[in-house]
């Protein structure tokens, strides 16, 4: 059964860049699309991007210029960055994976909480 | 950019029938995938493409989607089922999220 872990530092400061890789177990990162969303406290669930497998990618446009999602098939691994913190990107950050760009978040993450404070 | 609408409270009584609507332009020629999260958790998904249940979810769980509203519906509802449910669509290769509904079971 394929499972998803996110991990990375849980304080960024202002100005800087968060990073946070999701490690996929069980099964292979070499198919599929997968995700970034976000969820800050007391709030809604907001979709950052995805990658496949190959490497392609699509952002959310209205955080299109701050983020850069990879992809390490030989680690099993892709990874979110997003330049130019603000506390309003506090958050819990969910990695999850998708079939298609019209199918469902089918497995996600356990979340992991990101302040953003100096 | 594409909205999803929806209640931001449905109460329900025990064993009774709960409905969770989701509002938006000519959302019935989407597929519409619904998710439910309780606290401190992950969101978890119930209903896929419409109408579809993973397996593991309860066949109480039900969904449709027609016009500009999609719906899920929970039959004979259980204190389990306490909890916030999400829309989801894909729109212009962007996945979009709805408002989000707090269901709460009396």
């Known amino acids: 059964q394929v499972q998803l872990q996110e991990s990375g530092p849980g304080l960024v400061k202002p100005s800087e860049t968060l990073s946070l890789t999701c490690t996929v177990s069980?099964?292979?990162?070499?198919?599929?699309?997968w995700s970034w969303i976000r969820q800050p406290p007391g709030k809604g669930l907001e979709c950052i991007g995805y990658?496949?497998?190959?490497?392609?990618?699509n952002y959310n446009p209205s955080l299109n210029s701050r983020v850069t999602i990879s992809v390490d098939t030989s680690k099993n691994q892709f990874s979110l960055k997003l330049s130019s913190v603000t506390a309003a990107d506090t958050a819990v950050y969910y990695c999850?994976?998708?079939?298609?760009?019209?199918?469902?978040?089918?497995?996600w993450g356990q979340g992991t909480m990101v302040t953003v404070s100096s | 950019s594409y909205e999803l609408t929806q209640p931001l409270s449905v109460s329900v009584a025990l064993g009774q029938t709960a409905r969770i609507t989701c509002g938006g332009n000519?959302?019935?020629?989407?597929?519409v995938h619904w998710y439910q999260q309780k606290p401190g958790q992950a969101p978890v998904l119930v209903i896929y493409?419409?109408?579809n249940r993973p397996s593991g979810i309860p066949e109480r769980f039900s969904g449709s989607n027609s016009g500009n509203t999609a719906t899920l519906t929970i039959r004979g509802a259980q204190a389990g089922d306490e909890a916030d449910y999400y829309c989801?669509?894909?729109?212009?290769?962007?996945?979009?999220f709805g408002t989000g509904t707090k269901v709460t079971v009396l």
């Open positions: 999850a994976r998708t079939f298609t760009t019209r199918d469902a978040f089918d497995i």
């Open positions: 069980g099964g292979s990162i070499s198919s599929n699309y």
């Open positions: 990658i496949y497998y190959s490497g392609s990618t």
């Open positions: 000519n959302i019935g020629s989407k597929n």
């Open positions: 493409r419409d109408s």
């Open positions: 989801q669509v894909w729109d212009s290769s962007t996945g979009v």
